[in-house]
């Protein structure tokens, strides 16, 4: 196990590039089970990456390489070599939620899956409820046995689906069903995460029929089969937030370059209103430390809304700003792991229920803080980059998940932040 040793206050000054998104390339990987053959671009060295292939290479599909991070190639072909497997086991799924992305394209091209129940995990219960009510409407026949979905069908046929909730992966479960599925569906109240664009956008480019992306609506004329394409995978937004906020923590001045600002509304906006003074020249977005931050109310919602995967990010901000915030959590029940950590070096933060109440004008203090999950320890890294002294960060696994390198990108601008292998 590794962890993170930080020396904070170091400006950072530079520009950190950001990588592809662990969310969209993802999906885009597990639509690779509807066949055709699919390289694709920009995919991020990451744990859920490797996880996902891994998973992919036990359902039959062939990458063109090597995924080990030595051997690792951010462009990666995939093909069809085996039709056979349809189980994704628990052992995978237990490591990564996102497995469940591969339920609705096996049950599409090979009509039967047995996907392992993802489960709750620290920040909520996540059910997936939506996915399976969805994919019987379609004509899936549906049994949980043994902690396993069990699915099968005679042929998926196009209906209307409404989700009560915008979920982000139900909405990409049933739109690659949906894909190969007879006739026409309609996902509305669709989640409109850019994610979910960059994953239609690549299933037209292989032939899939869809209309209106980007919106709540989305409309799946299904086809046979898919051809052959190439796709490069988006922006991590989340990725690129999250260097927003070590700007507004210690820019001197801090640039991200590889975004689309208009994707990042919400959390440009937030930072603004804290106080930042945001410079954007297309593709890039410069910020300097905010001297005085001041508080703020930032409630998480679906797309455009503020993500909750930004959350445990802006905390930092919020504890040294000059008045009090309010961060509400509308997404998941309980992510707020991170704030006991928080408050170990300094903060003054106070959760009830889905909200936090930060008192503000603290100084942040080094510390030994443990990590207990992906955003939160990205939000403690922050933490430990305008604190006061050394803070280390243990069980920095889980930001290995889903951030490609941080400790080198941090170090690349002026920030000073070794990994160490923890004693076990
Ligand atoms: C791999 C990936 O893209 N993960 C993202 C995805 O997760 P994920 O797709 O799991 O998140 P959802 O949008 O599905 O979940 C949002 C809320 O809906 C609830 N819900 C969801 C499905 C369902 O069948 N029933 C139900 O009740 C969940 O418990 C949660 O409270 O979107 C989240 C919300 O933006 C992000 O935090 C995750 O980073
Ligand atoms: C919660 C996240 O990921 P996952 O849905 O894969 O757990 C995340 O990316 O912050």
Not at 291 to 311: A, I, K, N
């Amino acid at each position: 196990m590794d962890r993170f040793r930080i020396e904070g206050r170091q400006l950072l000054n530079g520009t950190i590039p950001v990588s592809g998104s662990k969310n969209a390339a993802l999906p885009i990987l597990f639509s690779t089970l509807l066949g055709g053959g699919l390289t694709i671009g920009n995919i991020p060295c990451l744990r859920d990456i490797t996880t996902a292939i891994k998973l992919l290479s036990q359902l039959g599909i062939q990458a063109g390489h090597d995924s080990s991070r030595a051997a690792w190639a951010s462009n990666i072909s995939f093909s069809e070599r085996d039709l056979t497997p349809t189980e994704a086991p628990y052992d995978l799924v237990r490591v990564m939620r996102a497995s469940i992305l591969c339920l609705g394209p096996l049950l599409a091209r090979r009509k039967k899956a047995r996907v392992s129940l993802p489960g709750g995990c620290l920040i909520g219960a996540r059910p997936v409820d939506l996915h399976l009510h969805a994919l019987q409407k379609m004509g899936a026949r549906i049994s949980i046995d043994h902690g396993y979905i069990d699915a099968s069908t005679d042929g998926l046929v196009g209906c209307d689906i409404h989700l009560s909730y915008p979920t982000v992966t139900g909405t990409e479960n049933i739109l690659m069903a949906a894909v190969l599925a007879s006739g026409t569906s309609r996902i509305s109240n669709a989640a409109q995460e850019p994610e979910i664009a960059d994953l239609a956008h690549c299933l037209v480019a292989r032939g899939a029929k869809i209309t209106g992306i980007g919106s709540s609506v989305l409309e799946i004329t299904g086809v046979d089969e898919l051809g052959d394409a190439r796709y490069d995978v988006m922006f991590d937004r989340i990725e690129a937030g999250t260097f927003l906020v070590a700007g507004a923590l210690m820019g001197d001045p801090l640039s991200i370059s590889g975004v689309l600002p208009d994707q990042m509304s919400s959390i440009i906006a937030t930072l603004e209103e804290m106080g930042a003074e945001i410079e954007i020249t297309g593709n890039r977005i410069t910020l300097s430390r905010v001297l005085f931050p001041r508080g703020s109310t930032v409630m998480t919602d679906p797309y455009p809304g503020f993500p909750t995967d930004m959350q445990a990010q802006i905390l930092p901000l919020m504890a040294i700003s000059t008045g009090p915030s309010t961060l509400i959590e509308t997404v998941f029940e309980s992510r707020f792991t991170h704030v006991m950590e928080m408050n170990r070096m300094g903060a003054n933060i106070e959760v009830r229920g889905s909200h936090a109440f930060v008192r503000g004008e603290c100084s942040l203090e080094g510390a030994c803080v443990m990590a207990s999950d992906l955003r939160a320890s990205a939000g403690l890294v922050l933490a430990g980059l305008v604190a006061h002294g050394e803070t280390t960060v243990q069980r920095v696994y889980h930001i290995d998940r889903g951030y490609e390198r941080i400790e080198e990108k941090l170090s690349g601008v002026g920030g000073k932040i070794w990994r160490e292998s923890e004693e076990v």
